[in-house]
Nanobody, 119 residues
Framework: VQVVESGGGLVQPGGSLRLSCVASGSIFKVYDMAWYRQAPGKQRALVAGITREGEINYADSVKGRFTISRDNAEKTVYLQMNGLKPEDTAVYYC??????????????WGQGTQVTVSS
């Protein structure tokens, strides 16, 4: 089982990016999925999370600018980021609770994708 992010890059302030994260491998079910970010010199922090049933929570710093969504059939979670600010610059990590086949529920991290907001 692996979790792989894509969609990072360099964008100007005020711009938009869409991150994607796909869980693949021998999987029975994917439960909670979330995006975290880690800026240089700072701890990794939750950006947004979404349950399998669609319950969502956001960090206060991104409310109204970022939107998390998921496709259960495709085992994919998205993060639409609008109105990007320089302080959004970080490595963004996908996190997922997965029951593999065979196995018990485990937590998985992606390798991260760099988002840089700069003019």
């Amino acid at each position: 089982v692996q979790v792989v992010e894509s969609g990072g890059g360099l964008v100007q302030p005020g711009g938009s990016l869409r991150l994607s994260c796909v869980a693949s491998g021998s999987i029975f079910k994917v439960y909670d999925m979330a995006w975290y970010r880690q800026a240089p010199g700072k701890q990794r922090a939750l950006v947004a999370g979404i349950t399998r049933e669609g319950e969502i929570n956001y960090a206060d710093s991104v409310k109204g600018r970022f939107t998390i969504s998921r496709d259960n059939a495709e085992k994919t979670v998205y993060l639409q980021m609008n109105g990007l600010k320089p302080e959004d610059t970080a490595v963004y990590y996908c996190n997922a609770d997965i029951i593999p086949l065979p196995g018990s529920r485990l937590n998985y991290w992606g390798q991260g994708t760099q988002v840089t907001v700069s003019s």
